[in-house]
């Protein structure tokens, strides 16, 4: 099956779920996949700045595990804890497995599943070894592009920031506003990206590794969006035994 097939593929199932489903939609976005993409495309509607559709992503200084591998274990183990809470849920991708699709259609697959959260899952890099801390980015404000989402972007990021701080307890590095996003610009349903933690940090990297670990940024990541979507966060449970 051919990539442009591939999406149309994901597309259709994202309206065919949302269209099954009771009640409110997330759209989860593990970012990047196996290979990045040097295509470009528009930053925003109508725009000639263009970026690359996808650089790649990091990993682990001192596991090696890459973040595309990482940010799927833990967005499957967070669609679970949606579901049971009776969240519908669409993800970008399941697998590891090709080309990464680039920002735009991400964003269109959130679009067209009406999502009351399109949430981007992503670990960090950074030259300097030592720093490390969970931070949640949202869409800067600009008119034609986020206006409409920037309110209720910034609210969903408070809720999950906060939750995912009391999950990891990593340093907390607050909420930063990208006007550079094209995964943002072109999103028009309530948008964030999550950083669960550096990849490039030794202490991370190896916190991440841990089943635990996952596991915990999963509850996290499900509780602030159960916060943002005014439902109560202590559905997001694991099944005992």
């Not at 990993?59 to 595309?68: D, H, L």
């Not at 960090?124 to 869409?139: C, F, K, M, Q, W």
Request: with cysteine.
């Amino acid at each position: 099956m051919t990539r442009a097939l591939a999406l149309l593929a994901v597309l259709v199932a994202a309206v065919a779920q949302t269209a099954s489903a009771a009640g409110p939609t997330v759209v989860i976005d593990p970012g990047h996949d196996r290979l990045a993409n040097s295509e470009t495309e528009p930053i925003g509607p109508g725009s000639e700045s263009r970026k690359i559709k996808d650089g790649g992503g990091t990993s682990g200084v001192v596991t090696g595990i890459r973040e595309a591998d990482l940010v799927l274990d833990v967005s499957l183990r967070l669609r679970v804890l949606l579901r049971r809470a009776g969240v519908a849920v669409v993800m970008t991708r399941t697998e590891t497995a090709g080309t990464s699709m680039g920002n735009i259609a991400r964003a269109d697959i959130a679009n067209r599943a009406g999502a009351a959260l399109f949430l981007r899952v992503h670990a960090d890099g950074h030259p300097d070894a030592s720093v490390r801390g969970t931070h949640t980015l949202v869409p800067a404000l600009r008119s034609g592009w986020t206006a409409d989402v920037y309110r209720a972007s910034r609210r969903a990021a408070s809720a999950v920031q906060r939750e995912l701080l009391r999950a990891l307890r990593f340093p907390d590095r607050g909420i930063q506003e990208r006007s550079d996003f094209t995964g943002f610009n072109w999103a028009d349903v309530p948008v964030i990206l999550v950083e669960l933690g550096f990849m490039t940090n030794p202490v991370e990297d190896r916190l991440l590794a841990r089943d635990a670990s996952r596991a915990r940024a999963a509850l996290g990541l499900c509780r602030g969006t159960l916060v943002h979507l005014g439902l109560p966060p202590a559905r997001c449970r694991f099944r005992q035994g």
